[in-house]
């Protein structure tokens, strides 16, 4: 016959397994937004959707044909947007001020804006000192997997949409070039998101302010961060 002890002693040993158990099953899965308006582009939409926010819950009403596919249909997740319109790489750093730690993924859109203010027109230093910035950047980043996205044509391959005000071989010329550090930089820190081709099969309604990302555009973001998240995420 088993004594009281040892039955206490088993029935205490079930219940803390029981209890590590469910922690597991309970544990919150945290999206981490960083970078410039293609994450954080709710002012651009009137029903203030982000692709993060989608990626976490979708909006079933506007997006119904992606019912089911968010963080928050496989399991418990959150939503920490540090994005910021109007980013640039020099404003990353600030963004991980205070960074609540969880388990989870980064999602990172970058380059752009530091296009429009100054490397279009740069021969090579200005994207050497891009490329060790955001390098310095990831590496400071404690959240893993990192997904960072390429920088898209707002003019969808349209040679007489150029909107830079520069000759069109300057503007697409540096374009590739913030392309190929963006790929080589993900390479060695996480995953390329290719927005830059996606949004090539695309229009103009994508797009709002003409580089923002619409309504629409906001959920074809998130359709190609959705797609570059492991499965061991999203259970896909």
């Not at 989608?54 to 540090?82: E, I, K, M, W, Y």
């Not at 600030?94 to 380059?111: C, H, I, K, N, T």
């Not at 920088?151 to 503007?171: E, I, Q, R």
Request: overall charge positive.
């Amino acid at each position: 016959m088993m004594q009281p002890g040892r039955r206490s002693f088993l029935a205490g040993s079930l219940l803390l397994s029981t209890l590590a158990l469910a922690r597991r099953r309970t544990r919150v899965f945290t999206l981490y937004t960083f970078g410039d308006s293609v994450l954080d582009c709710g002012v651009y939409n009137a029903r203030g959707v982000t692709p993060g926010g989608l990626l976490v819950h979708n909006r079933d009403d506007l997006f119904p044909d992606f019912r089911g596919q968010d963080l928050q249909s496989r399991s418990a997740a959150t939503l920490v947007h540090r994005a910021q319109d109007g980013a640039t790489v020099d404003n990353l750093a600030a963004q991980l001020s205070g960074l609540p730690r969880g388990e989870g993924a980064a999602l990172v859109s970058v380059g752009g804006n530091d296009l429009l203010r100054g490397l279009m027109t740069d021969r090579g230093p200005g994207f050497d000192a891009f490329e060790r910035k955001l390098t310095t950047f990831l590496e400071a980043l404690p959240v893993r997997p990192v997904l960072l996205a390429n920088v898209y044509d707002p003019t969808v391959g349209n040679d007489a949409a150029n909107f830079t005000a520069l000759p069109l071989k300057v503007a697409r010329d540096s374009h590739r070039r913030m392309n190929e550090r963006l790929a080589k930089v993900a390479a060695r820190h996480g995953t390329l998101v290719d927005l830059h081709a996606h949004f090539l099969t695309g229009d103009a309604s994508w797009f709002t302010s003409t580089i923002e990302p619409s309504l629409r555009g906001a959920s074809e973001v998130r359709r190609c961060y959705w797609a570059a998240l492991p499965s061991s995420l999203t259970g896909k």
